[in-house]
């Protein structure tokens, strides 16, 4: 049974007016730790809307009825809410490359954006519903930290490979500085002389 069909239709209203801290960048994206403004958004196309709305439908089904309450009930967040969607799923197909990091980040945007929903609803919920939903979302805030925590060890790894690649470069660097040198002298003049010419 869908949560969304046991709220009334204020507390469905109510959500939906909350829906704008849903929505979310991976936290760990460079471009996205600041929270981003209409300015850095790409524009509302329909093209986009659908890209958008089709990421939602495969990730995170639960959102789409509240994307559509919120057109119906205020369609200039909702383009902004669409916005964000789009800019999401764009950094994150540019760590498509990057497995581990991309199946990560996409575990990290469907928490914090249940974990969202969830305290909205926490919000509009009966007693009786509160305490199950408080129980929720303390699972979620747990596994956004594990997620935290792997996301971090990823690019310590990155970081440790990338290290490692720099120390071999710069022993073979010192190993071979004679041979760098005569063949930096034979650069220099081989400019010079074309410089002449």
Known sequence: ???????????????VTVLG?????PVHAAA????????????????REAAALCFV????????PLLEQLKKNNNGQYQHEIREIFQATEWLA????????YELELKIWKAENKAHMLAARLTTAAEDEKKKLDLELQALAKDLVELDVAILEVKAEQLDKELGEVKD????AKDNREM???DRYEQLLEKAK???K
Do not use: C, G, I
């Not at 540019?94 to 990091?101: I, N, V």
């Open 169 to 172: 470069e710069l022993a073979k």
């Open 194 to 196: 074309k410089k002449r």
């Open 32 to 47: 996205a730790t600041p929270e981003t403004d209409a300015r850095s958004l790409p524009r509302f196309t329909e093209e």
């Open 180 to 182: 760098q040198v005569k």
């Open 21 to 25: 801290l849903t929505v979310r960048f």
């Open 1 to 15: 049974m869908k949560w969304n069909a046991l709220l009334s239709t204020a507390a469905s209203l109510a959500l």
């Open 94 to 101: 540019d760590l498509q490359d990057d497995t581990k990091r």
């Open 57 to 64: 439908k495969k990730h995170l089904p639960e959102l789409a």
